[in-house]
């Protein structure tokens, strides 16, 4: 429990709030009135950014992640995804 903490505090408040933070400041002191267009295409990019990468660089920090195994949950699973149709 306790490294998980100071692992998620690292990331969230030194990593992703200097990432995010600074250019911030910088947009709201250099851009004037159209600070807020700026602001708007900086932070949909760092949130598209940010949900490409948690999945693959954050999360297997916390977690572990291996195959289902085979069993009843896998093929409710795999029979629910057969007559939805979707392609896996």
Same mark, same amino acid.
């Given at each position: 429990?306790?490294?998980?903490?100071?692992?998620?505090?690292?990331?969230?408040?030194?990593?992703?709030?200097?990432?995010?933070? &600074?250019?911030?400041?910088?947009?709201?002191?250099?851009? &004037?009135?159209?600070?807020?267009?700026?602001?708007?295409?900086?932070?949909?990019?760092?949130?598209?950014?940010?949900?490409?990468?948690?999945?693959?660089?954050?999360?297997?920090?916390?977690?572990?992640?291996?195959?289902?195994?085979? &069993?009843?949950?896998?093929? &409710?699973?795999?029979?629910?995804?057969?007559?939805?149709?979707?392609?896996?």
């Amino acid at each position: 429990w306790l490294s998980d903490s100071l692992k998620m505090f690292f990331i969230e408040e030194l990593v992703l709030n200097a990432c995010m933070l &600074g250019p911030l400041t910088l947009i709201l002191r250099r851009m &004037g009135t159209s600070a807020w267009f700026y602001l708007w295409a900086f932070l949909s990019a760092f949130v598209v950014l940010l949900n490409m990468l948690w999945p693959i660089v954050i999360a297997p920090l916390f977690n572990t992640f291996k195959p289902l195994e085979d &069993g009843p949950v896998r093929q &409710g699973i795999e029979a629910l995804i057969t007559q939805s149709g979707i392609a896996c």
